[in-house]
Each structure stands twice: as C-alpha cells, then as structure tokens.
C-alpha cells in the first residue's frame, strides 16, 4: 500500500520560511516523480514544484513561487522537500504531495498517489 505523509506545516510570519518534508513508502520512491501542489480555501488545486525521480536540475516550478521555493529528493530517505523561504499570505494554503511513475509535470491528472496534506498559514 503506497502511502505518503507530509509533515512540516504550520504558522509562520508573513516573510518566514517552513519546510515541508513527504515521506513515501510502499512504492520504489527512486523510480517516481514528485509534485507538491496547494489548495487555498475557495480555489481549486494548484501546482507548485516538482522534480523528476534524479531530482537536481529536473525541478519545475510554478511562477508564483519561483525564486522563493526549492525541491529537493533525498532517495535515501524515501523523502522529498519543499523548502518555503519569503513566504506571503497568498501562499496560505493546503499543501499535497504526490507522485508519479513518469515524467513531472503541472497537471493533476497525471500523478498517481497523493497524501493528505499539510496546513500552511501566513499571518500578514
């Protein structure tokens, strides 16, 4: 059974920073691609970053974000990051993790599992 569990949200500052962490397990975690997306109250899904299964320069990120978040794996560890730095109150939201067998990329539909998500809360 595939599971993956974020961890690492909370409340910060508006201009802190947090890291997630998504910890996966009952899947070849090497083999798969990693997404983060985040859902803000009243808005649909949206994605934020993803790195391809050898992670390093096969990072992705949405506009929004970029310059500001980072994507990182740690095969090892069965894990996947998203640091979080000059965080908005726009970026106050529920973040996902997900997982694909395949190349990343910004739509939904194309990851395989997801976990529950993580509440991120940026007070201005």
């Known amino acids: 059974q595939v599971q993956l569990v974020e961890s690492g949200g909370g409340l910060v500052q508006d201009g802190g920073s947090l890291r997630l962490s998504c910890a996966g397990s009952?899947?070849?975690?090497?083999?798969?691609?990693m997404g983060w997306f985040r859902q803000a109250p009243g808005k649909e899904r949206e994605f934020v970053a993803a790195t391809n299964w050898s992670g390093g320069s096969s990072t992705y990120y949405a506009d929004s974000v970029k310059g500001r978040f980072t994507i990182s794996r740690d095969n090892a560890k069965n894990t996947v990051y998203l640091q979080m730095n000059s965080l908005k109150p726009e970026d106050t939201a529920v973040y996902y993790c997900?997982?694909?067998?395949?190349?990343?990329?910004?739509?939904?539909?194309?990851?395989?599992?997801w976990g529950q998500g993580t509440q991120v809360t940026v007070s201005s």
């Open positions: 009952g899947l070849t975690f090497r083999s798969y691609g």
């Open positions: 997900a997982a694909r067998w395949g190349p990343v990329g910004a739509e939904e539909e194309l990851y395989d599992y």
